[in-house]
């Protein structure tokens, strides 16, 4: 989610007890990019690419995710297709 224009990490689930909120860092490349990271070891590795959805129940637009070192890039936009910070869940499997 965002607090204000800034990511935040809301809600951890799964994986080892190191898998906290603290342990992931958001950060914000600009508008409708953001990078989600942790520390090596955090997570087993992914075998499977991302599966990012949106949050906010608004018609249009898209997401996208992809997986970088330690971590997934998550891109969102309206229906516009113009770049939006919007609310999103990202599954790595």
């Known amino acids: 989610s965002f607090s204000g224009s800034d990511p935040v990490v809301s809600q951890v689930t799964g994986g080892p007890e190191a898998a906290t909120i603290s342990a992931i860092t958001p950060t914000d490349n600009g508008l409708g990019d953001t990078t989600l990271t ?50 999103f869940t990202v599954v790595i499997h």
């Open 38 to 87: 942790w520390p090596a070891g955090t997570f087993p590795a992914s075998i499977l690419g991302p599966m990012p959805a949106l949050n906010d129940g608004t018609v249009g637009g898209g997401i996208t995710a992809a997986l970088v070192a330690n971590g997934v890039r998550v891109k969102t936009w309206t229906g516009a297709s113009t770049a939006a910070d919007r609310p």
